[in-house]
T-cell receptor, first 111, second 115 residues
Framework: QKEVEQNSGPLSVPEGAIASLNCTYSDRGSQSFFWYRQYSGKSPELIMFIYSNGDKEDGRFTAQLNKASQYVSLLIRDSQPSDSATYLCAVMGAGGFKTIFGAGTRLFVKA | EAGVAQSPRYKIIEKRQSVAFWCNPISGHATLYWYQQILGQGPKLLIQFQNNGVVDDSQLPKDRFSAERLKGVDSTLKIQPAKLEDSAVYLC?????????????FGPGTRLTVL
């Protein structure tokens, strides 16, 4: 079992729709959860982080965390073509040091 | 605020040759990471430094890879000798320590091609 799992996609949504990206993790003691966006040929960029169960909203982005289910998600509202990228889920383990990345989900937003 | 700097941006070598990458983190960031990202995969941590001490190098192929961070600032990653499977993008990242360690800032990366 991979430590951080994501559907590789591609996930294709029309412009203006909600894109839902999902991630599961295996370490039940994980404390911190991050979403990075990576455009093709570029390096990852942090867009959201969440530490507590529930929802966290920042503009068009909402991160959702359910520690009991070991599940974290990212919702992108009013998706734009500029949101087309690979979204990486990253999880920091119980020790508070090592961050493990998932393989990423490719998102395409069609104009 | 200046970002994470890396050089070179691209490198092409033949197998069994040596190569070195350089990284300068964001000023004040005590934690520095080297990742390997193979096409289609997520970044894989090679080594993590806290100041100039190693926190985690469990996935660093120590028979061929080495890294150092002298004076707790910039860092170099070396591969000697390179193999075909080392072809990847090598990413350097930095962060504030402990509780904010997951909030990492990445450099532009070095794309390595081993022929």
């Amino acid at each position: 079992q991979k430590e951080v799992e994501q559907n590789s996609g591609p996930l294709s949504v029309p412009e203006g729709a909600i894109a839902s990206l999902n991630c599961t993790y295996s370490d039940r003691g994980s404390q911190s959860f991050f979403w990075y966006r990576q455009y093709s040929g570029k390096s990852p960029e942090l867009i959201m982080f969440i530490y507590s169960n529930g929802d966290k909203e920042d503009g068009r982005f909402t991160a959702q965390l359910n520690k009991a289910s070991q599940y974290v998600s990212l919702l992108i509202r009013d998706s734009q073509p500029s949101d087309s990228a690979t979204y990486l889920c990253a999880v920091m383990g119980a020790g508070g040091f090592k961050t493990i990345f998932g393989a990423g989900t490719r998102l395409f937003v069609k104009a | 605020e200046a970002g994470v700097a890396q050089s070179p941006r691209y490198k092409i070598i033949e197998k069994r040759q040596s190569v070195a990458f350089w990284c300068n983190p964001i000023s004040g960031h005590a934690t520095l990471y080297w990742y390997q990202q193979i096409l289609g995969q997520g970044p894989k941590l090679l080594i993590q430094f806290q100041n100039n001490g190693v926190v985690d190098d469990s996935q660093l192929p120590k028979d061929r890879f080495s890294a150092e961070r002298l004076k707790g600032v910039d860092s170099t990653l070396k591969i000697q000798p390179a193999k075909l499977e080392d072809s990847a993008v090598y990413l350097c990242a930095s962060s504030l320590p402990s509780g904010r360690a997951g909030e990492q800032f990445f450099g532009p990366g070095t794309r390595l091609t081993v022929l």
